[in-house]
């Protein structure tokens, strides 16, 4: 029985998450530069939905399990350090954020939940929230994140999501100017970190919804 995939249709007829390819196939046809691809999970189509199509072009949506050689040279978390993450209950929906202790766990600052929101932007807004956190307390702990997206709009100094502003998400959207008015107006020397979830599991800021 062949798995069921998720396509996300960037541009096209009707853009969107499609639970079928019938229904993605329809979206996509005759349409000039379509822009789509297949995920193999819910959550990969929702977190894709919000970021760009370019960021995943060519790029496989499931990875092997490391080799005991990759392992190694990743080797362990840094510990001194704090870790960020998101949850978003639909694209758009309801969505938090937090930041944690790396090692003991203790939650550091927490967020939301926010009316229609989505997870890029929470580990967006959680990645620029820790950064403050550890200015503001003179801290030289390095920050993880899961999220490359967010990473990528962080070094951009903007939050590229496609959400358009409606009055539920108004509070979401002032968030985000909050954000990027502070990453335009601060330095900062944190260094910021890719958590690697296939060496290491979940970012102990993680939610648990998965």
């Not at 541009?11 to 229904?23: L, T, Y």
């Not at 196939?25 to 370019?54: H, R, W």
């Not at 309801?94 to 090692?103: A, F, L, S």
């Not at 020397?189 to 690697?196: F, N, Q, S």
Request: hydrophobic share 35%; aromatic share 12%.
């Amino acid at each position: 029985m062949a798995k069921k995939k998720f396509y996300v249709v960037w541009q096209g007829h009707k853009e969107g998450i499609f639970s079928n390819w019938n229904a993605c196939k329809k979206s996509i046809s005759n349409y000039p530069q379509a822009q789509y691809k297949s995920f193999l999970t819910k959550e990969e189509a929702i977190k894709a939905f919000d970021g760009v199509y370019a960021d995943y072009v060519g790029k496989k949506t499931s990875k092997p399990k490391l080799s005991a050689a990759e392992l190694q040279k990743i080797g362990d978390p840094n510990l001194y350090s704090i870790a960020v993450d998101a949850a978003s209950s639909g694209n758009p929906g309801k969505m938090e954020y937090r930041g944690v202790d790396t090692q003991t766990k203790k939650q550091l600052f927490h967020q939301g939940p926010f009316e229609q929101g989505t997870n890029n932007i929470g580990e967006f807004l959680a990645l620029v929230h820790g950064l403050a956190y550890l200015k503001k307390h003179n801290s030289d702990r390095l920050l993880y994140t899961d999220s490359r997206i967010a990473m990528g709009w962080v070094r951009q100094k903007k939050c590229k999501t496609k959400l358009s502003l409606n009055a539920k998400n108004k509070t979401v959207f002032d968030l985000v100017a909050r954000a990027e008015n502070w990453l335009k107006a601060n330095t900062y020397t944190t260094i910021i970190v890719k958590w690697e979830t296939k060496a290491w599991g979940e970012i102990p800021a993680d939610f648990g919804r998965k």
